[in-house]
T-cell receptor, first 107, second 116 residues
Framework: GESVGLHLPTLSVQEGDNSIINCAYS??????FIWYKQESGKGPQFIID?????DKRQGQRVTVLLNKTVKHLSLQIAATQPGDSAVYFCAENQERFGAGTRLTVKP | GAGVSQSPRYKVAKRGQDVALRCDPI?????LFWYQQALGQGPEFLTY????????KSGLPSDRFFAERPEGSVSTLKIQRTQQEDSAVYLC??????????????FGNGTRLTVT
């Protein structure tokens, strides 16, 4: 299949380690943030979201942190697995996507 | 259940040709979005429909781009007189609620357009 994100920032981790992917957003008025995972040849897949009235939200193996003061968002993946290898995008509301980070998990 | 379906999966067009890209959203979903994704970049918003109404077309790059959703379900993105810079993956996404309610999007796998 086609490759998405040939020139993206990359993060390489060992299987079982924790991963942290960061994202800076631009609009201080944004009130909804989403993390998506995109595998090669597929559309983005929802991982977790957070609204601006929260600063942390946890899912299964994933945690999103929101720092509105510095307009920063992070995605933490616990016990990273090879199946987590993909490009990860943050999005403000439903319209502005970040450039993405390619996560590679080494077995 | 069925997700968002896009067709064709791949499209090769000669410069100057018109193309039509189809999106079948999840049944009953109110919101439908189109995005353009260039290689190595995040999706860029093109246009938004709430049911059959096109409420936002601010992301369409030129008047060669036209989208419709006449019955509030299937949508078509049409590009007239294609140019090489139109080469990209075109993604469609739907959501059960209106945009103002902010909910996660369900994406199709996209149509990869190559203009030669």
């Amino acid at each position: 299949g086609e490759s998405v994100g040939l020139h993206l920032p990359t993060l390489s981790v060992q299987e079982g380690d924790n991963s942290i992917i960061n994202c800076a957003y631009s609009n201080s008025a944004s009130d909804y943030f989403i993390w998506y995972k995109q595998e090669s040849g597929k559309g983005p897949q929802f991982i977790i979201d957070i609204r601006s009235n929260m600063d942390k939200r946890q899912g299964q193996r994933v945690t999103v942190l929101l720092n509105k003061t510095v307009k920063h968002l992070s995605l933490q993946i616990a016990a990273t697995q090879p199946g987590d290898s993909a490009v990860y995008f943050c999005a403000e509301n439903q319209e502005r996507f970040g450039a993405g980070t390619r996560l590679t998990v080494k077995p | 259940g069925a997700g968002v379906s896009q067709s064709p999966r791949y499209k090769v067009a000669k410069r100057g040709q018109d193309v039509a890209l189809r999106c079948d959203p999840i049944s009953g979903h109110v919101s439908l979005f189109w995005y353009q994704q260039a290689l190595g970049q995040g999706p860029e918003f093109l246009t938004y429909f709430q049911n059959e109404a096109q409420l936002d077309k601010s992301g369409l790059p030129s008047d060669r781009f036209f989208a419709e959703r006449p019955e509030g379900s299937v949508s078509t993105l049409k590009i007239q007189r294609t140019q090489q810079e139109d080469s990209a993956v075109y993604l469609c996404a739907s959501s059960p609620r209106g945009r103002i309610n902010n909910s996660p999007l369900h994406f199709g796998n996209g149509t990869r357009l190559t203009v030669t």
